[in-house]
């Protein structure tokens, strides 16, 4: 099959690292450890999992830090080289031939192992035994692990427990955003109701970042609370402040303006390089030094900060985290939720998911296609998706040459 795949060399790491300080923020993507290749067919660990043929897989922020090297190496062991990436997927089943979407994270039941206190409580976001799995190498997602290849290849598999039919009238657009919006949706039901309680009639929650994760953010928060809050949007750029004010938000507001625009939403004083009072909430979705000390910074004494955005190693002045009395909560990637928030008291992330990324039609954020040939260009369009007033960017395979294999294989 055909694949892209990450290598592990510290040459071409070194050298990614290299160019972006050179060439700014993007870099050229011949000179990432990535590369095209024709690997022969993967077993399946057991007969639980099946395959699965990619239609359309996305590029995570997350994808572009890794490759890049700017990732955290803390989780390093939770990683296995040379993998395929690619965890937001859409494909078809081998087994059935019905569209499904992958819900990536490996936790103890698609691993092969006996169930952990986590995974038990069905919080599979929480599982930690993703580095003993007797039949897969470490690997915290399908697409990071080198026993299971990702999106970006011909074929993939997944464990039926990961597998997730999409709705007929549902667009693979749509779908592709789903892994996404469960992200955000898990990320947003981190909000404790006392951070909403205590506060104002109409609380201000601020999101920073307007790339896909904090888009899908805006739209979680309309999704789930409606008009009850005011969502304060943060993006760098025109297209993003357009987009995040067509998936919800009530304002927005440049880089370079958050204290002053959080300052006159929510009539305080600036007191030395915070706020006398602040946003209510503040959902970081891109995990950078400066976009959290911006959390703290711009968030009400008593406030929540919530980190969505895969964060990096960086030195922080953690004084007004301190003096403000703040709580920091992390959110990484999806579940069962258990909330207030909800209608029903216990719903998989990924079902609500589904209905919010097709109520949005999110599929709007897909901004460019490539084929796996193509992925040097694709990569260098993720890595400056906002300066090119884009969003999302995809791998798709050709439905036809997948039927056509899917027939193959079950003749």
């Not at 897989?57 to 690619?86: M, N, W, Y």
């Not at 039941?109 to 986590?118: A, P, R, V």
């Not at 690997?139 to 990702?150: A, C």
């Not at 464990?159 to 892994?179: F, G, K, N, R, T």
Request: hydrophobic share 40%.
């Amino acid at each position: 099959m055909k694949a892209i795949q990450l290598q592990k060399s510290y040459a071409k790491f070194a050298g990614a690292v290299l160019a972006n300080k050179l060439k700014g923020h993007g870099s050229s993507a011949s000179a990432l450890p990535l590369k095209l290749t024709e690997l022969s067919e993967f077993k399946l660990p057991n007969e639980d999992w099946t395959y699965i043929y990619p239609i359309m897989s996305g590029i995570c922020g997350s994808d572009i830090k890794t490759i890049q090297a700017k990732s955290s190496r803390l989780l390093e062991h939770l990683v296995s080289f040379p993998f395929i990436p690619g965890h937001e997927t859409v494909a078809v089943r081998e087994d059935n031939g019905k569209r499904v979407v992958v819900e990536s994270v490996l936790s103890c039941k698609s691993l092969g192992m006996d169930i952990c206190q986590f995974c038990g409580e069905e919080s599979i976001d929480k599982c930690q035994c993703q580095e003993f799995s007797p039949s897969i190498a470490p690997g915290l997602q399908i697409g990071f692990t080198k026993d299971i290849p990702g999106g970006w290849s011909e074929y993939s598999m997944a464990h039926q427990d990961q597998l997730y039919e999409v709705p007929e009238d549902m667009s693979d657009e749509d779908a592709v955003m789903i892994e996404p919006m469960a992200c955000a949706i898990h990320g947003v039901l981190k909000i404790r109701q006392e951070f909403l309680a205590g506060f104002s009639d109409s609380p201000l929650i601020t999101v920073i970042g307007a790339g896909t994760l904090g888009l899908c953010t805006t739209a979680a928060l309309k999704y789930l609370f409606k008009d009850t809050v005011r969502i304060l949007t943060i993006a760098k750029y025109p297209y993003q402040r357009t987009l995040a004010k067509a998936v919800g938000a009530n304002f927005l507001s440049g880089t370079d303006n958050i204290v002053n625009t959080v300052r006159h939403l929510t009539n305080s004083l600036i007191t030395g390089s915070a706020l006398t009072h602040g946003a209510d909430i503040v959902i970081d979705c891109i995990g950078s030094k400066e976009s959290i000390q911006g959390a703290i910074n711009i968030t009400k004494p008593g406030g929540q900060i919530i980190l969505t955005g895969m964060p990096s190693k960086s030195n922080l002045d953690l004084s007004l985290l301190w003096q403000r009395q703040l709580t920091v909560t992390g959110a990484y990637t999806y579940s069962f939720e258990t909330s207030n928030f909800l209608k029903s008291d216990k719903a998989k992330t990924f079902n609500i998911a589904i209905e919010a990324s097709k109520s949005f039609k999110l599929g709007r954020l897909v901004s460019a296609k490539y084929d796996l040939d193509d992925y040097e260009a694709a990569i260098e369009h993720a890595i400056d998706a906002g300066k090119r007033d884009s969003t999302k960017i995809v791998f798709v395979n050709d439905k036809t040459d997948l039927m056509k294999k899917l027939q193959r294989r079950n003749q």
